[in-house]
T-cell receptor
Framework: GNSVTQMEGPVTLSEEAFLTINCTYT??????LFWYVQYPGEGLQLLLK?????DKGSNKGFEATYRKETTSFHLEKGSVQVSDSAVYFCATASENTGNQFYFGTGTSLTVIP | KAGVTQTPRYLIKTRGQQVTLSCSPISGHRSVSWYQQTPGQGLQFLFE???????NKGNFPGRFSGRQFSNSRSEMNVSTLELGDSALYLC??????????FGPGTRLTVT
């Protein structure tokens, strides 16, 4: 089946720092890729997605590009804010696996003022 | 559109008891998936229901079961609760596109 490996946390950054959270995947076929964010005490929210190679997903200043050659979908943000403190999950889903989602282990981000 | 709702939000049960959790998907969504989230194991897929049929199943013992009703609402049942079942149980619904939309979760504590 598919799998996702993402950067271990926790990650602590100062406000306005640059963020990268690495995510690589293994999958058959042509999976869709997602980043979800979970704020304390809440469920997961879809942050961005990409459905084919070279697609760039973006939302709220976050970006990730679907790189088929490196099987990666790294999350980036140019200038993080305290409000970005949360846990970030990379995920993949494809028709080959019955559309089942596979999530990474999550990366905890804390942004300090 | 209203989001995914889960009830109850918090639950405390005793070892050996059983529990039923409920999930109402976004209107029009026919797929409902359930996940268990714990600090040690992360997000683990339990099962997915689509049009009242279980379509996918994760690697959990038979004590974990679910069902889906004709209005797409879903319930998850855990029988003979164990301490290790303490977790946040998340439900997610999906429409015609790939992305899943999650509810706020039910926090189950087993004592």
């Amino acid at each position: 089946g598919n799998s996702v490996t993402q950067m271990e946390g926790p990650v602590t950054l100062s406000e306005e720092a640059f963020l990268t959270i690495n995510c690589t995947y293994t999958a058959t076929g042509y999976p869709s890729l997602f980043w979800y964010v979970q704020y304390p005490g809440e469920g997961l929210q879809l942050l961005l997605k990409a459905t084919k190679a070279d697609d760039k997903g973006s939302n709220k200043g976050f970006e990730a590009t679907y790189r088929k050659e490196t099987t990666s979908f790294h999350l980036e943000k140019g200038s993080v804010q305290v409000s970005d403190s949360a846990v970030y999950f990379c995920a993949t889903a494809s028709e080959n696996t019955g559309n089942q989602f596979y999530f990474g282990t999550g990366t905890s981000l804390t942004v300090i003022p | 559109k209203a989001g995914v709702t889960q009830t109850p939000r918090y639950l405390i049960k005793t070892r050996g008891q059983q529990v039923t959790l409920s999930c109402s998907p976004i209107s029009g969504h026919r797929s409902v998936s359930w996940y268990q989230q714990t600090p040690g194991q992360g997000l683990q897929f339990l099962f997915e229901y689509f049009s009242e049929t279980q379509r996918n199943k994760g690697n959990f013992p038979g004590r974990f079961s679910g069902r889906q009703f004709s209005n797409s609402r879903s319930e998850m049942n855990v029988s003979t609760l164990e301490l290790g079942d303490s977790a946040l149980y998340l439900c997610a619904s999906r429409g015609s596109s790939y992305e899943q939309y999650f509810g706020p979760g039910t926090r189950l504590t087993v004592t």
